[in-house]
């Protein structure tokens, strides 16, 4: 027979493999070592595996100690990348995501925090623009909810990087402050910085927030060329909204 669709392929195989572990000690059992070495050891770097890695993980952390979770992990962490793409971070960072309470797995948020960090940070040739970005929207993903992750983004944004990395950043926890209002802040404080990201995002979303519009006198009352000029192309861009002609009568001010 076939399944109609993948999903159920891999829900039951994630199934099979957690049973398996249950009965560890029995002859079709699997220990945990196994379970490290023989199943996300050998498939961590296949994409079609992903799904039941991660469905396995959140399985496993539902119902054993968290010490089996952080074990398999920590292992990911720990291994060499053989393609030089760092799939098993990508795939521990995705794992972390399923686990339940992750409150608890305070040493392991960190140390996946600090390992994808340092990603951004990489000089490696093949660490092109697509995967910086994807890293930084990895950390945006996973911890979301976790203020953790939010110091590390604002980390990212403010320390010297390439551009598209602080971009990227800001982006996410532009997002983010959609979300968790507390988050607003990294945002202001970027705008304030003349992180043109932050501005836009506050025009566009938090128009109403009474932080903004001080901001972005603030940033015109500067008088600097590019923020100007950047101004000026928001002013156009939400013309047709009360803040879009505020920006152009304070820009018509420093004219």
């Known amino acids: 027979f076939a399944f109609?669709?993948?999903t159920f392929l891999e829900y039951f195989c994630a199934c099979e493999f957690?049973?398996?572990f249950k009965n560890r000690g029995f002859p079709d059992g699997i220990t945990l070592e196994e379970l490290k070495t023989k199943v996300?050891?050998?498939?961590y770097s296949d994409p079609v595996w992903k799904e039941v890695l991660c469905l396995l993980m959140g399985m496993l952390s539902a119902e054993f100690p968290k010490e089996v979770a952080e074990e398999l992990i920590n292992y990911l962490i720990d291994m060499e990348e053989k393609d030089k793409g760092f799939?098993?971070?990508f795939l521990a960072a995705d794992c972390y995501g399923e686990l339940r309470n992750q409150s608890i797995y305070?040493?392991?948020s960190q140390r996946l925090l600090d390992s994808l960090q340092s990603l951004t940070k990489s000089s490696y040739r093949y660490a092109d623009t697509?995967?910086?970005?994807k890293t930084v929207a990895k950390i945006g993903a996973i911890w979301q909810d976790h203020r953790t992750g939010w110091s590390v983004l604002q980390s990212i944004a403010t320390e010297r990087n390439v551009w598209y990395v602080q971009?990227?950043?800001v982006i996410q926890l532009s997002r983010i402050a959609k979300i968790h209002s507390e988050a607003l802040v990294y945002l202001q404080e970027f705008a304030r910085q003349g992180k043109s990201e932050a501005i836009e995002a506050l025009a566009t979303h938090w128009r109403d927030n009474p932080q903004t519009l001080p901001i972005i006198q603030q940033l015109a009352n500067k008088g600097e060329g590019e923020i100007?000029?950047?101004l000026t192309a928001l002013a156009r861009i939400t013309i047709d909204s009360e803040i879009g002609a505020i920006i152009e009568t304070i820009l018509a001010r420093k004219d």
């Open 4 to 6: 109609v669709h993948r």
């Open 18 to 20: 957690y049973e398996r």
């Open 40 to 43: 996300f050891g050998e498939h």
């Open 87 to 89: 799939a098993h971070l």
């Open 106 to 108: 305070v040493e392991l």
């Open 130 to 133: 697509d995967f910086k970005e």
């Open 167 to 169: 971009d990227q950043a």
């Open 228 to 230: 100007i000029g950047f």
